[in-house]
């Protein structure tokens, strides 16, 4: 069988992100959208360069290869600079999340023997204080990628390029995930593990112009995975928003001009909910639901132009949703596949990166689909 050019291209993320720089260079790549309804944006090139800027910057530390680097922050450009310069630095991120408690935090720092803390900003950045950090040496996410300083010897990049670059099996982070028995427990991923699940992903996701609304913690593989290292892969412009606000997050949805999203169910049902709302505000539920039975016996490419004026909430380019994490009710997903949106649904563990996923030509309701090929699942003798 003949190898895809992922395949053969790939063998760490930084690989990954020199092909996406080589492909895309000044195109955006990640922007923030602020309280003030602004938005700042790094192109590819931009968050290569800051990428190494932070990898300098944790060597200067005293951080040597192998040792584990906190992050704990809000989606910002910074947080995915500050990744990829671990990586560049041979560190192994150990990515908290921002709704851990101070107990679970502790025993992460315990366990995984980190050194050091990249710490978030602004208004929703958590406090170390309330986790027994306030002592932990830390450095502020801002701070570690701002523009090179005095402290950078001329030739810094020249001698960044003589570091030794990883090894497709070289661990790169430490995801403490609880499962099923609530005590967060580390999941050692090396580049190539994650590598793999990206090709998968290829084989799953359409070929398309992905402009991305990013809502999902970057401390959880999914949208690592999917949102972040997929999308940098195909080019897509990733768009973070720190509010949970529905109609902040539409107005996001709407500028960006999104096609597609990684979610939970729970923001699928949050967006559900909000449009449900809007279409009992103006008396139109008996119309909506007539719209959506008819909607239903016509091509998913058609059915957008029943559903005009939401379809121009969304920025009108939305088809693409990924679920994840949870179940997912079949008549919320019914719901959003009336409107003209494809609802894929996985399942996987964080130990492997994937698992199994629908298809956009096989997309039925109650179902996890089959393993992509490349990966091989089975269902034990108990079920």
Sequence with gaps: ???????????????????????????????????????????????????????WRLRALGLEAGDRLLTWSP?????????????????I?????????????????????????????????PDP????????PTTAVEALTADPDASFPPDWEAQQAAWPAPAPSDLFELVFTSGTTGTPKGVMLAHDNVVASIETFHRIVPRMEH????????????????????????????????????????DALRDQRVTSMVVVPQVLDLFWSAIEREVAKRGRET????????????????????????????????RLFLSAGAFLPPALQQGWEDLGVTVLQGYGATETGTGSST?????????????????????????
């Design 1 to 55: 069988m003949a190898r895809t050019q992922l395949e053969t291209a790939l063998h760490t993320l930084l690989d990954l992100l020199d092909e996406a720089v080589a492909a895309n260079g000044d195109k955006n790549a990640l922007s923030l959208r602020l309280d003030d309804g602004s938005t700042t944006s790094w192109s590819y090139r931009e968050l290569d360069r800051r990428s190494r800027i932070a990898a």
């Design 287 to 318: 119309a909506f639901s007539r719209l959506r039975g008819v909607a239903r016996h016509l091509p998913m490419g058609l059915r957008p132009r029943l559903f005009g004026s939401i379809h121009k909430q969304l920025g009108g380019h939305f």
């Design 75 to 91: 989606s910002t450009p910074d947080l995915p600079a500050t990744y990829f310069g671990a990586m560049r630095a041979g560190l």
């Design 93 to 125: 991120i150990v990515p908290l999340d921002l709704r851990m408690s101070p107990d679970a935090i502790e025993g992460i720092v315990r366990t995984s023997g980190a050194r050091h803390l990249i710490l978030g900003t602004g208004r929703d950045a």
């Design 129 to 136: 204080r309330e986790a027994g950090l306030d002592r932990f």
């Design 359 to 383: 298809r956009l030509d096989d997309h039925g309701l109650g179902t996890v689909g089959r393993p992509p090929e490349g990966v091989e699942m089975r269902i034990a003798d108990d079920g």
């Design 211 to 250: 402009r991305l609304v990013s809502l999902l913690p970057l401390s959880h593989l999914l949208e690592q995975a999917v949102g972040l290292f997929y999308a940098l892969s195909v080019g897509a412009d990733i768009l973070y928003v720190r509010s949970r606000n529905p109609r902040v997050i539409f």
